[in-house]
């Protein structure tokens, strides 16, 4: 009786819960069913290594991008705890300014090395050339991509989820029919996947900035509201933030460098790993939801001040997690084939492969899911450094590590049984970050 107390709580939590998580959750699940669809095109074209290659430039620039803004955003939703409209109207107009200039670092970089760039990830010289078209127009997206972001979280932390999700349903709908117009239609090919990537990422940008002046949102103002910043703001900030950065630059890049591991493997290998993680990120969505869910239902509490309830909270996410680890793994268990038959994968082996990748990988969104409540809560309470060691350090002291001693020295040549070996690094992260929750560090408000 004393573990369903600890671990469920009554029907208005699950609700507010529900309220904020739900819209979430559906908007990512738009979000990679589009990048599902825009997989189950590139394999029309051959094209899954090449746009999966050029998008891990992406990946990188979108992990910085996140660093910034949720740092940031952990003083916008205390600051809207708080009622203190200005310095949150701030808050947003820096992270606005910050991705901004993380994203045109990245243009100019794909400039500059270009095929260099694109050669960490894999030496196939046709999928490296076919991955240049695709990302010298694909590029232009990063800036709209980072204000989006931007955007996103602002209205997660105002609890308005609802509007990303109407958003992204249009958007979404958009790039598939751009997609079809411009790689099939027009006959474009790769270009045309880049070109709809661009014009549907500018939409969504657009129609998030109207929408915000016309609503007149707490966090939106005028253009000095927004970007007239005392230096000391932005210092009292980003002493808590680049902590963050760091970690999501560190985080992306070693995610990148599990690429480039598996890509030492051959084509047909990183085509499977493609398809299997890319229905993977569909269940992501859950993970990616309780995530933004709790770190906004944590913060709120935390800039209140209310610092017991914000704890009870931590636990109810737990007992949540722990019943949609169980539902995610049994579903792709069992669907993982009826999925798979969507692609245009003909040799046995390579089904069979991508069946068995989908089905390792549904451990890893287990242990994610535990792992993200931990995050959310050493976000919230401005436990950054911590939670730097806790997801970067053991992402390169273990997963890396071990991952690239499988398959360099050990020559262990089964993708399957090296991302089931490399786990560990999750479980570890599990271990640790309990007991970071127990010292109560983390439970103190930022403004």
């Given at each position: 009786m004393l573990f369903f107390k600890k671990y469920f709580s009554n029907v208005t939590f699950y609700k507010r819960t529900g309220?904020?998580?739900?819209?979430?959750?559906?908007?990512?699940?738009?979000?990679?069913?589009?990048?599902?669809?825009d997989t189950m095109m590139a394999s029309q074209i051959d094209c899954i290594s090449a746009i999966g290659t050029a998008l891990q430039i992406d990946a990188l620039m979108q992990g910085i991008a996140f660093g910034i803004a949720a740092g940031i955003n952990i003083f916008i939703v205390q600051y809207f705890g708080a009622n203190?409209?200005?310095?949150?109207?701030?808050?947003?107009?820096?992270?606005?300014?910050?991705?901004?200039?993380?994203?045109?670092?990245?243009?100019?970089?794909?400039?500059?090395?270009?095929?260099?760039?694109?050669?960490?990830?894999?030496?196939?010289?046709?999928?490296?050339?076919?991955?240049?078209?695709y990302i010298e127009i694909a590029c232009f997206s990063y800036i709209f991509t980072s204000l989006v972001l931007s955007f996103t979280f602002a209205y997660h932390s105002v609890q308005k989820t609802y509007i990303p999700l109407l958003i992204s349903i249009i958007t979404t709908v958009l790039h598939i029919f751009f997609n079809q117009l411009?790689?099939?239609?027009?006959?474009?090919?790769?270009?045309?996947?880049?070109?709809?990537?661009?014009?549907?990422?500018?939409?969504?940008?657009?129609?998030?900035l109207l929408y915000s002046i016309i609503s007149h949102q707490p966090f939106i103002g005028s253009i000095f509201e927004l970007f007239k910043i005392p230096f000391s703001f932005i210092k009292r900030i980003y002493i808590k933030v680049i902590p963050l950065i760091i970690n999501e630059t560190l985080f992306s890049v070693g995610n990148s460098l599990f690429i480039v591991a598996y890509g030492l493997l051959g084509k047909n290998v990183m085509d499977c790993y493609y398809i299997g993680n890319q229905i993977v990120n569909v269940f992501y969505t859950i993970?990616?939801?309780?995530?933004?869910?709790?770190?906004?239902?944590?913060?709120?509490?935390?800039?209140?001040?209310?610092?017991?309830?914000?704890?009870?909270?931590?636990n109810y996410f737990f007992g949540m997690t722990g019943i949609l680890s169980c539902i995610i793994i049994i579903a792709l268990l069992l669907f993982a084939p009826q999925i798979?038959?969507?692609?245009?994968v003909q040799s046995p082996k390579q089904i069979h492969l991508a069946i068995a990748i989908?089905?390792?990988?549904?451990?890893?969104?287990?242990?994610?899911?535990?792992n993200v409540v931990i995050f959310s809560a050493l976000r919230a309470g401005g436990d950054s450094k911590y939670?730097?060691?806790?997801?970067?350090?053991?992402?390169?002291?273990?997963?890396?590590?071990?991952?690239?001693?499988?398959?360099?020295?050990?020559?262990?040549?089964?993708?399957?049984?090296?991302?089931?070996?490399?786990?560990?690094?999750?479980?570890?992260?599990?271990?640790?970050?309990?007991?970071?929750?127990?010292?109560?560090?983390?439970?103190?408000?930022?403004?």
């Open positions: 309220l904020i998580m739900f819209p979430i959750a559906i908007q990512s699940i738009i979000t990679s069913i589009s990048s599902f669809i203190d409209y200005q310095n949150m109207k701030r808050s947003f107009g820096l992270s606005l300014i910050s991705v901004t200039f993380n994203a045109l670092f990245w243009i100019v970089l794909v400039f500059i090395l270009n095929k260099q760039l694109l050669g960490i990830f894999i030496q196939n010289e046709i999928v490296i050339a076919n991955a240049l078209e411009f790689m099939f239609q027009l006959c474009f090919g790769i270009k045309g996947a880049a070109i709809s990537l661009l014009l549907s990422q500018a939409i969504s940008f657009i129609l998030y993970v990616n939801a309780m995530s933004d869910a709790s770190t906004s239902m944590i913060g709120l509490e935390l800039g209140k001040e209310n610092y017991n309830y914000a704890e009870k909270e931590v798979i038959k969507l692609f245009e989908i089905r390792v990988l549904s451990i890893r969104i287990a242990f994610r899911l535990f939670l730097t060691f806790l997801d970067s350090v053991i992402l390169w002291g273990i997963g890396l590590v071990s991952t690239f001693f499988m398959i360099c020295l050990l020559h262990i040549d089964n993708i399957v049984i090296i991302i089931l070996v490399s786990q560990i690094e999750q479980l570890v992260r599990l271990i640790l970050g309990m007991k970071r929750l127990k010292t109560k560090k983390w439970l103190h408000a930022l403004v």
